[in-house]
């Protein structure tokens, strides 16, 4: 498509809303990665609507002119299904945090990975709770009570002893889930993340992006440059319908991979199997009327 023939370029995606996130805050650089990735898969704004839970990065459907919904903590899944369920039509995408969406609301993502209803989930992974202070998520690199660190009780106030838990990850979870499109990537790279992103919304089925994005304020261990060292693009000969392959690359001892992890095409969504149920009821239905009708008239 040439630029010529475009209706909608990132900037038709901007609300008249500023972002009132902390300077240098990764969120950022993941909102000009959606504007930029909606402008390239021409999403109507008027068909397309943004949910998301509660955090600093849930705030983000108010910046976008597209319909939204700022949810309850941790139920931007369930509110978007419902969404997507009735209004089959719409394109929805989901966006919020890692303590939103692996604490919380953790317990519907496999559930939605098994839906597989057509829609895009974008996490903004901070590792922590950005917004209420920084509490440990999840997905915190904290160390361990046990091995005796010492943490700086100012960085991190509510786990000055290390962590109690361990973490989880959450790519690893969502192949294991048979998430039907798991990536990773990096609000320092929004090119790449919008790329990632038209990926993800092209894909039939529902697609996890877990992007890594700095919180200066809350958390001054996992930094830019923190991400910038541990990151590493996914190798050229990755075949992401290799689930063995996608298991390997998710749970990587030593660094984190950039891009699209798994993919499988062609996996059956709740609405294409209620949709032969339906045929299959009508048919029951007319052969069961042809049927009375025989016997009584
Ligand atoms: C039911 C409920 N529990 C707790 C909270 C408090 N709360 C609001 S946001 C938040 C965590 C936000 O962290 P995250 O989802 O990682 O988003 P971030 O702020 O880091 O972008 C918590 C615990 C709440 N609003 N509702
Ligand atoms: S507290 Fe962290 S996540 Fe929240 S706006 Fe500030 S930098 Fe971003």
Not at 37 to 60: E, F, H, K, W, Y
Not at 98 to 120: E, K
Not at 146 to 157: A, H
Not at 247 to 261: C, N
Request: with cysteine.
């Amino acid at each position: 498509m040439t630029t010529a023939t475009l209706t909608y370029t990132p900037k038709s995606y901007k609300s008249d809303l500023k972002p009132i996130w902390c300077p240098g805050c990764g969120d950022f650089g993941v909102l000009s990665a959606l504007y930029k990735a909606m402008a390239q898969c021409q999403l109507d704004p008027n068909n397309t609507v943004v949910v998301s839970g509660i955090g600093c990065s849930s705030r983000l459907p108010g910046f976008v002119s597209t319909y939204g919904f700022h949810s309850v903590h941790g139920r931007a899944l369930p509110v978007a299904t419902g969404i997507k369920a009735s209004r089959p039509e719409l394109n929805v995408i989901v966006v919020g945090g890692d303590g939103d969406g692996y604490s919380i609301g953790g317990g519907h993502l496999p559930h939605a990975a098994r839906r597989n209803l057509n829609m895009t989930y974008l996490i903004m992974n901070n590792n922590t709770y950005g917004l209420t202070k920084g509490q440990v998520s999840p997905t915190s690199m904290i160390p361990r009570a046990s091995s005796n660190p010492k943490i700086d009780p100012k960085r991190w106030r509510t786990t000055p002893y290390g962590m109690v838990e361990d973490h989880l990850d959450p790519l690893a979870l969502a192949v294991a889930a048979d998430c039907s499109f798991v990536a990773r990537g990096f609000s320092y790279k929004p090119n790449v993340l919008a790329d990632i992103l038209v990926q993800a919304i092209s894909h039939k089925g529902f697609s996890l992006i877990d992007a890594f994005s700095p919180c200066p304020t809350m958390n001054q261990d996992q930094t830019d440059d923190y991400y910038k060292n541990m990151t590493f693009d996914i190798p050229a000969d990755h075949d992401p319908s290799n689930k063995t392959a996608a298991f390997a690359l998710a749970t990587h001892p030593t660094g984190y991979p950039i891009g699209v992890i798994y993919k499988h095409v062609n996996k059956p969504s709740m609405q294409d199997e209620e949709a032969s149920i339906r045929g299959r009821f009508t048919n029951d239905l007319t052969a069961t009327i042809d049927s009375l009708f025989r016997r009584y008239l």
